[in-house]
């Protein structure tokens, strides 16, 4: 199922570095086994598509059946024009003004809101509407820091202790509350915290408190691995755990929700390679420094988060083993792939593949010191399709010239 070393090869007789390349049968794959893992008869997966935003992966998911968490408006139109009907997007409005609320609204997309003040905003502006609460877990869960989004210190959700102020503004502008929705972290490495977080919210779930509920949304935070070595969460134990957390709590509300999902890192992250080539060998003192032709604009996790990317060298796989520096071509020190990595020679030329870059990668992108983003190809049943051009320098030049 992963892309062979043939089938990359290929790729390059076709296309320049750095090039981004995925495989459609892998995206598939985790997104039939997530229904597989978990048999709750009412799931819904809702795809993250901050994680990967391509026309074509967004097309491949909505033919699978996939609904979308949109995080913006531009998120929005995007998965309407790939396809995805409004019914089949939940908008997480994520600190947002009146100018995009009053935008959204227009589409007639279902509102995750996560501020007691949006609530107030949107009750006033839209009374009598659908809307879908996002509590914070009270958990403090994810891989860095920078992606957990529950406890205290977190900007995302209300406190849970706040539920009867959600109340009180829902009846004063007669919002029915069909979802409620919590989102622990990304990369969440245990599948008790991730339980926690659905325990809590569930907790203050009553008919009598939200009589319209429909779903119980509890966010993304699967998590892949990164490392070779890395032992893999076991979805379908936690599967069969919530389908059975679920259904318990079903019981007791009085009747059967939908349960939500909504991950990103888990459909695509490992369908991702960024290949890249070596362009510039250094030897400082204590330390061999390989430069390539691509930088954190292309590829932020390990400068951001000091994510963990596996590399190879595709080109000398047999090579003898050294310790490189594996460097970007942006002009900023921390631009930097791997520190002391152990890989087979490095020459001039040799093509680097980084593994796992699927998720929250092309799309933090940007084009910063005027590098235009890679091109992305996808891997379809064995053939080769570009899925979009990356453009050369020149004409990212004139991009700009005509944007301004
Ligand atoms: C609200 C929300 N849902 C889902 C996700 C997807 O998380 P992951 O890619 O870890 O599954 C995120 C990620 O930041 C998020 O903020």
């Not at 869960?141 to 920078?146: D, L, P, S, T």
């Not at 989102?183 to 569930?202: A, D, F």
């Not at 891997?379 to 301004?404: F, P, Q, T």
Request: with cysteine.
């Amino acid at each position: 199922m992963v892309i062979s070393d043939l089938q990359l090869k290929q790729c390059l007789k076709e296309f320049a570095t750095p090039l981004y390349i995925y495989d459609a049968n892998l995206i598939k794959k985790r997104y039939q086994q997530l229904y597989k893992w978990i048999p709750y008869k009412k799931l819904q997966i809702y795809y993250a598509m901050k994680a990967n935003y391509n026309l074509h992966i967004l097309r491949l998911l909505e033919k699978e059946g996939s609904c979308i968490d949109a995080v913006s408006p531009g998120d929005i139109y995007l998965a309407l024009k790939a396809g995805f009907s409004k019914i089949r997007i939940l908008f997480t409005a994520n600190k947002i003004s009146d100018e995009e609320m009053h935008e959204v609204a227009k589409l007639d997309v279902l509102f995750n809101i996560g501020s007691l003040s949006r609530l107030e905003k949107f009750g006033k502006a839209y009374p009598g509407r659908e809307v879908c609460i996002r509590f914070n877990p009270d958990v403090i869960a994810g891989e860095h820091e920078f992606i957990r989004t529950g406890g205290e210190a977190s900007k995302f959700g209300i406190f849970l202790e706040k539920v009867d102020l959600v109340l009180e503004i829902a009846e004063k502008y007669k919002l029915k509350i069909v979802g409620i929705h919590e989102h622990t972290g990304s990369g969440i490495p245990e599948i008790v915290q991730m339980q926690k977080g659905m325990r809590n919210i569930l907790g203050i779930i009553t008919i009598e408190r939200f009589p319209y509920l429909r779903f119980v949304d509890f966010g993304g935070g699967f998590k892949v691995p990164y490392h070779l070595d890395e032992k893999k969460v076991d979805y379908s134990k936690f599967g069969e755990e919530v389908t059975e957390l679920f259904t318990g709590f079903c019981k007791l509300f009085g009747r059967d929700l939908e349960m939500y999902f909504e991950p990103g890192k888990l459909l695509v992250a490992e369908s991702g390679k960024l290949l890249v080539t070596a362009t510039t060998l250094k030897e400082n003192p204590g330390k061999k420094i390989v430069g390539v032709n691509s930088g954190f604009s292309q590829l932020i996790r390990p400068m951001f988060y000091q994510a963990y990317h596996h590399l190879r060298n595709l080109s000398n796989p047999n090579g003898k083993l050294k310790i490189y520096d594996i460097v970007g071509n942006i002009c900023e020190s921390g631009d930097c792939f791997a520190v002391d990595r152990e890989l087979p020679e490095i020459r001039e030329g040799d093509i680097l593949a980084i593994k796992t870059a699927g998720a929250y990668c092309y799309s933090m992108g940007s084009v910063y010191n005027m590098r235009p983003m890679p091109s992305e190809v996808m891997i379809v049943d064995g053939k080769i399709r570009l899925i979009r051009r990356g453009l050369s320098n020149e004409e990212l030049a004139k991009k700009i010239v005509n944007e301004c």
